[in-house]
């Protein structure tokens, strides 16, 4: 009498006709689901067929259970689906409206008097068919105990006029109710359950795109302003190069807009070693010092641990920074270095930066004025990406570690370590 529980809502991601034909194979399997249980509208027919009433009234049963039966499968292929039941779910209202329903109810319920003379008792039958258009229809909170009402009103009056000579007239369709509560209740709370979690997946996945899209932007955007300041600046005294600050400009707004369009898409994360290449020419036109130490052997966590000057690997001024045979799966240490050489271009104020990376590990210093403030949106993203990851991420004054650094003017080290 009720309708089949869907599969997950995450097998239906495609569209067009690929969405179409889950969706229609799924309302069939409810239909089908529902015309089963129709089976049971055999039990007034049998009684009329055995009452003593005249012909005449039989026939008048077996017709309006057949008018029942075919009302029932009518309604229950319009209203029992998923389809139907979001509205309701989503505090929208409800399929079908309260006006649908009442007088959907009614015309059975007139519909299934008819059969009174020739079916007598047995006319109970029909009540849980009603219940289950009403609880199928509308919350639990609602629909149980309005279905409760329907079942048991009738079936008592049936069983007090025939005498109380039969218990099954009360509860065999009682018997039906109970299924048709425990159906519902299950079906209802699982497919909230699965909606719900669709919902926090959605958000989740909103958050992570919004954090990706800051992350290109706001680096991207920073090393723009600053290479049109100093194009501008050299554009006097150094056409050549100011033109080829221009150039990069072009170049980076393309890519840039490319990675956005990527990000969006979530078909792409950042590469560790073109960022390694794009914080030293961000660094060096912001008038930074970048020194830059790539490591690819496990003893570089010892030397990056012990102090923060030169080593090996080290390089500064112009030209490609080698990342080795990093591996960085997730692209968690490149988006860790985009938003620490952002936030040094940014905020800062500093002279000297220097980035050190080995294996499952990446620190960002600065001599600069220090952490003022509250942690910005770039931070609490990084932080949630290295939670996903299982990484660490740390930020304390680079002083006294640091050259240049003093208690004034602290500076900042971030450090990310993956487990």
């Not at 139907?84 to 309260?98: C, D, N, R, T, Y």
């Not at 009403?134 to 005498?163: E, H, K, M, N």
Request: glycine share 10%; net charge neutral.
């Amino acid at each position: 009498m009720g309708h089949a529980s869907a599969p997950g809502r995450d097998e239906l991601k495609e569209t067009g006709k690929a969405t179409q034909r889950p969706l229609a194979a799924r309302h069939i399997a409810g239909f089908v689901y529902a015309g089963i249980w129709a089976v049971f509208l055999v039990v007034p027919a049998i009684g009329a067929a055995y009452s003593d009433a005249a012909l005449p009234w039989k026939v008048l049963a077996w017709t309006a259970t057949a008018v029942f039966t075919a009302g029932y499968l009518a309604l229950a292929w319009r209203w029992f689906s998923d389809e139907a039941e979001k509205p309701m779910l989503a505090g929208q209202g409800a399929v079908p409206s309260q006006r649908e329903l009442v007088t959907g109810v009614l015309v059975l319920a007139a519909v299934a008097v008819l059969a009174i003379p020739g079916a007598g008792a047995y006319v109970s039958a029909f009540a849980p068919y009603l219940s289950a258009l009403i609880i199928f229809t509308r919350p639990p909170r609602l629909g149980v105990p309005l279905g409760l009402l329907i079942w048991a009103v009738p079936s008592t009056l049936a069983y007090l006029l025939d005498g109380g000579g039969v218990l099954w007239i009360v509860l065999g369709p009682g018997i039906g109710f109970a299924f048709i509560v425990i159906i519902r209740l299950t079906e209802y709370y699982d497919t909230r359950d699965r909606q719900r979690a669709e919902e926090l997946r959605h958000a989740a996945e909103r958050d992570a795109i919004a954090r990706d899209v800051h992350d290109v932007l706001g680096h991207s955007l920073t090393v723009l302003s600053i290479k049109a300041q100093l194009a501008a600046r050299l554009i006097d005294s150094d056409p050549a190069r100011a033109r080829d600050e221009l150039t990069q400009i072009d170049a980076l707004a393309r890519e840039s807009l490319g990675q956005i369009r990527s990000t969006v898409s979530r078909l792409r994360t950042p590469e560790l070693r073109g960022e390694l290449d794009a914080a030293r020419s961000a660094l060096e036109a912001a008038g930074i010092d970048a020194e830059i130490t790539v490591g690819t052997d496990t003893a570089a966590h010892a030397r990056i641990g012990t102090a923060l000057g030169r080593g090996a690997g080290t390089r500064t001024g112009t030209g490609s920074v080698d990342a080795g045979d990093l591996r960085d799966p997730g692209g968690l240490l490149a988006w860790a270095l985009r938003e620490a050489v952002t936030n040094v271009l940014r905020h800062s104020g500093a002279g000297r930066c220097r980035i050190q990376l080995a294996p499952g590990l990446l620190r960002v210093a600065d001599d600069g004025t220090g952490m003022t403030g509250q942690e910005g949106n770039g931070l609490r993203g990084l932080r949630e990406r290295a939670r996903a990851a299982g990484a660490t991420v740390r930020l304390t004054p680079a002083h006294p570690h640091m050259e240049g650094t003093s208690p004034q003017r602290p500076g900042t080290l971030i450090e990310v370590r993956k487990s």
